[in-house]
């Protein structure tokens, strides 16, 4: 039977509508989500500049008159993700949030891109099998950790070196392989109110944090241990940031589960806000190979 003409779904460009329209229909498409993850119009703009999200390529799902779904591409160089899908909930299991996704993955391929990469919330069955059923496929599992501010923060264990953002950024860099997209060096390059530090243990361990600090949260973080024990030198960079920022709340997402550091975020009273599986389809490019 032919599906009549104003019941066929139509992909429009997400930028034929506006930021308000936009956060209208994601919140509608998120109202039982596993996580409540409420947006406002200022805080997608800012997702938008931090991770590339593209609105030409971005996707909303109309019947009719009717919106149906929506679904966000960040474009960088070799590497698209698929992010903020949702479909009306009265509206599921009827194609549109795989036409949404087929969509974005043809958006990807006309920028020469064939890398397309995404996180899932662990359990999230439905958009699991969606994407599995598109070609991707399990690379690992990722954290996402919250610590509160009412914890009193640790004694410093180390000379710590602040680090302005320019400072921060050089010791980031550019080539760090194929980490998450909210963990990649080009979300903290776009993003505001970077810095970092620098902590020297007396063993001769050093290493480093750099972080974003929001109003009431800090989060962003990229580090690393140059010398030493990862446990070592994230506990001294971890008590000098929350010796700093005690009122501030800390969450940071996208972390591997085989993070050598993770010891002392456990010590430091960060706890696990939920797991995200992460996804890929096709295999990543030589140029995003860790240099
Ligand atoms: C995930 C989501 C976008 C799927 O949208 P949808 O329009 O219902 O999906 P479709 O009708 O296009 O289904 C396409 C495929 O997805 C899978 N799928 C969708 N819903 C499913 C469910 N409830 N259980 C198992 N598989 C499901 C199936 O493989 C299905 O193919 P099939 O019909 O041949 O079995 C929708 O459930 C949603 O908006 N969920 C809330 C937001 C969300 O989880 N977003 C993803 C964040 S990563």
Redesign the pocket.
Same mark, same amino acid.
């Given at each position: 039977m032919n599906t009549p003409l104003d019941l066929k779904i139509k992909l429009l460009p997400a930028s034929d509508f506006t930021l308000a329209e936009l956060t209208a229909i994601y919140n509608q498409?998120?109202v039982?989500?596993l996580v409540p993850m409420p947006m406002n119009a200022a805080r997608l703009a800012d997702y938008i500049s931090t991770y590339d999200v593209s609105l030409k390529r971005s996707l909303v799902a109309m019947q009719g008159d009717q919106l149906r779904?929506v679904a966000m591409l960040g474009a960088r160089p070799d590497r698209a993700w698929v992010t903020r899908?949702?479909?009306i909930p009265t509206?599921?299991?009827?194609?549109?949030?795989? =036409?949404l996704t087929v969509g974005l993955l043809e958006q990807a391929e006309k920028l020469k891109i064939n890398f397309d990469m995404?996180?899932?919330?662990k359990n999230?069955?439905? =958009?699991h099998?969606?994407f599995r059923?598109l070609g991707f496929y399990e690379v690992g599992e990722l954290l996402v950790l919250r610590r509160s501010p009412i914890l009193p923060p640790d004694p410093v264990v180390a000379e710590a070196e602040r680090l302005d953002r320019a400072e921060a950024l050089i010791l980031v860099g550019r080539n760090r392989g194929t980490q998450p997209w909210t963990n990649q060096s080009e979300s903290l390059f776009n993003a505001q109110e970077v810095s970092g530090l620098h902590v020297t243990l007396v063993d001769g361990s050093r290493g480093w944090l750099v972080y974003q600090r929001q109003k009431f949260t800090l989060t962003r973080f990229i580090y690393k241990t140059e010398v030493g024990d990862p446990v070592k030198v994230a506990y001294a960079f971890l008590s000098h940031l929350h010796q700093q920022y005690p009122r501030l709340d800390t969450q940071i997402e996208n972390i591997q589960l085989n993070d050598p550091h993770l010891p002392a975020f456990y010590k430091m009273g960060y706890v696990e806000s939920f797991r995200r599986i992460e996804m890929w389809r096709g295999a990543p490019p030589e140029s995003l190979q860790a240099g």
């Amino acid at each position: 039977m032919n599906t009549p003409l104003d019941l066929k779904i139509k992909l429009l460009p997400a930028s034929d509508f506006t930021l308000a329209e936009l956060t209208a229909i994601y919140n509608q498409t998120r109202v039982d989500y596993l996580v409540p993850m409420p947006m406002n119009a200022a805080r997608l703009a800012d997702y938008i500049s931090t991770y590339d999200v593209s609105l030409k390529r971005s996707l909303v799902a109309m019947q009719g008159d009717q919106l149906r779904g929506v679904a966000m591409l960040g474009a960088r160089p070799d590497r698209a993700w698929v992010t903020r899908l949702g479909v009306i909930p009265t509206t599921r299991r009827t194609g549109v949030g795989e =036409a949404l996704t087929v969509g974005l993955l043809e958006q990807a391929e006309k920028l020469k891109i064939n890398f397309d990469m995404l996180e899932v919330i662990k359990n999230n069955t439905p =958009a699991h099998t969606l994407f599995r059923k598109l070609g991707f496929y399990e690379v690992g599992e990722l954290l996402v950790l919250r610590r509160s501010p009412i914890l009193p923060p640790d004694p410093v264990v180390a000379e710590a070196e602040r680090l302005d953002r320019a400072e921060a950024l050089i010791l980031v860099g550019r080539n760090r392989g194929t980490q998450p997209w909210t963990n990649q060096s080009e979300s903290l390059f776009n993003a505001q109110e970077v810095s970092g530090l620098h902590v020297t243990l007396v063993d001769g361990s050093r290493g480093w944090l750099v972080y974003q600090r929001q109003k009431f949260t800090l989060t962003r973080f990229i580090y690393k241990t140059e010398v030493g024990d990862p446990v070592k030198v994230a506990y001294a960079f971890l008590s000098h940031l929350h010796q700093q920022y005690p009122r501030l709340d800390t969450q940071i997402e996208n972390i591997q589960l085989n993070d050598p550091h993770l010891p002392a975020f456990y010590k430091m009273g960060y706890v696990e806000s939920f797991r995200r599986i992460e996804m890929w389809r096709g295999a990543p490019p030589e140029s995003l190979q860790a240099g």
